[in-house]
């Protein structure tokens, strides 16, 4: 089996600016997409002289020594970035948000798809929440908390084309699901159909249910997952469709347009778990026909954890009867009815107690500056990033297991390279931040990052390969 990509997550995202790149297939024996060798040898060590440096403190025996010329060069390399990207780099507008982001002084931080970096807008804006609190006591939640919260909605709903009142918060995206799994009565259609590269909280809120029937689509080489995959196992007893746009495993982006037409064909709802590709992928829920989608501020939204958010289609609210409950799903909330209770009529009824504010003003800023920039400028840079740096990796002969095709590949770019957690390690001492899963060697470029910091990892990498040779 072949799968053929298309042109379609073009549509599904809405025509960003496309960087030029051959049409890849991906095999579904899954060695099409190890790297070929490299034909031609790259300069790969920074223009500062980074590399050198850690070489040199490492082979005089200390590791300290090692670690902090390391995190002194990624520094340089953090400024060298800063200073001469302007003439190297595209997307020049973009890297004045650099200064946002006092991280990137200090390190190569490569990592957004498990914690995206705080932002100086994100820190005024949690002195602000304190402010608020010390100068209002009890009163700053009617008088502004409240607002704020209501504000966080709506620009999440301008960011994936919802409306407001079709957005709920949640502290996390597991209690999001749950609020969704408790709420949703599928009578007869037992089956929830799900993908085997799915993030496992997700697949866990039906695992846990008995008279739940799961079953998963299993992607072939454990990057793609043709929609057509879904296909067979969707049927008259499926009640839903639940699974990721972006695979947290591979960076690979579901057809979530052919997969809400395969799910809706046969009657079941269609769910999404965003959490990788709100904030890096542009969307558009409605164009997409997804019924309900989960998301967080973590990762590509840069706004810390604590929050998460959850979308239903306008028509669905009224068939949502959560048993996790609480007063702020109540209707007239403050009239406080103990004897009897009634579900608000929009998405605030899969909220359940008091949400914590904190997070709300460190996200808002942080959803400011995603919005200020536009999802589909951030995709067309981090498209040009993820790129530069799999060509850079295949030309080191290192094993891709990301989508080649940038069509259907995010920014999480992973690397098939053994003992990944000490490579991690070895980086971390080196100012370099990026994480693994297991075999794999995980880096997600953002927007402000560049292609001087792809360079430096490369040769970061290169290098503690080498020393594991002797
Ligand atoms: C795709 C995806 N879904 C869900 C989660 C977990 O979300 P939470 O910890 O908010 O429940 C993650 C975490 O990394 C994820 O990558």
Not at 142 to 151: K, Q, S, T
Request: hydrophobic share 40%.
């Amino acid at each position: 089996m072949t799968t053929k990509t298309t042109a379609r997550n073009e549509t599904q995202t809405r025509g960003y600016g496309s960087v030029s790149q051959k049409k890849s297939t991906a095999s579904a024996g899954g060695t099409a997409q190890s790297a070929q060798p490299a034909t031609k040898q790259r300069q790969t060590t920074t223009a500062n002289g980074s590399t050198r440096a850690t070489t040199r403190a490492a082979k005089n025996g200390t590791a300290a020594t090692a670690a902090t010329a390391a995190t002194t060069s990624a520094a340089a390399a953090a400024k060298t970035a800063k200073s001469r990207s302007t003439s190297a780099e595209p997307h020049r507008d973009l890297l004045r948000y650099r200064d946002e982001f006092p991280i990137l002084q200090n390190k190569v931080y490569l990592n957004s798809c498990s914690l995206g970096p705080l932002s100086r807008r994100s820190m005024a804006g949690l002195a602000r929440f304190q402010e608020l609190w010390n100068e209002h006591g009890a009163q700053a939640w009617y008088r502004l908390w409240l607002g704020e919260i209501a504000a966080v909605r709506a620009k999440v709903a301008q960011l994936i084309g919802a409306q407001p009142h079709e957005i709920a918060i949640a502290p996390n995206v597991s209690i999001a699901l749950s609020e969704i799994t408790s709420g949703l009565d599928l009578g007869e259609r037992k089956k929830v159909v799900l993908a085997d590269m799915d993030f496992p909280t997700l697949a866990y809120q039906w695992l846990v249910k008995q008279q739940s029937e799961v079953v998963f689509a299993k992607s072939a080489d454990r990057m793609t997952l043709p929609a057509e995959s879904f296909a067979p196992l969707v049927d008259e007893r499926t009640g839903l469709v639940a699974t990721s746009r972006v695979f947290y495993l591979s960076g690979y982006i579901q057809d979530i347009g052919a997969l809400a037409q395969i799910a809706h064909a046969k009657g079941a709802l269609l769910l999404v778990d965003d959490y990788q590709g709100t904030g890096q992928i542009p969307l558009d829920v409605k164009k997409l026909d997804i019924d309900f989608l989960v998301t967080g501020t973590l990762k590509w939204l840069m706004g810390g954890p604590g929050l998460a958010f959850i979308y239903v289609r306008e028509e669905l609210i009224p068939r949502l009867h959560p048993t996790v409950a609480g007063w702020f799903a109540a209707r007239d909330q403050f009239q406080f009815r103990t004897t009897d209770f009634e579900y608000r009529d929009d998405a605030t009824r899969l909220e359940a107690g008091t949400p914590a504010v904190a997070p709300i003003y460190t996200a808002s800023a942080a959803l400011d500056i995603v919005l200020e920039i536009g999802v589909e400028r951030i995709r067309e840079r981090t498209r040009f990033l993820a790129d530069d740096l799999i060509r850079r990796a295949q030309e080191k002969g290192w094993p891709v297991r990301s989508p080649l095709d940038s069509s259907i590949r995010s920014s999480i770019v992973m690397l098939g390279l053994e003992r990944p957690d000490e490579l991690v390690h070895g980086l971390t001492e080196r100012g370099i931040i990026v994480d693994y899963r297991p075999g794999l060697l995980r880096i997600s470029p953002n927007f402000y990052n560049t292609v001087e910091e792809n360079a430096t990892i490369v040769a970061a990498i290169d290098e503690l390969l080498r020393a594991r040779k002797g």
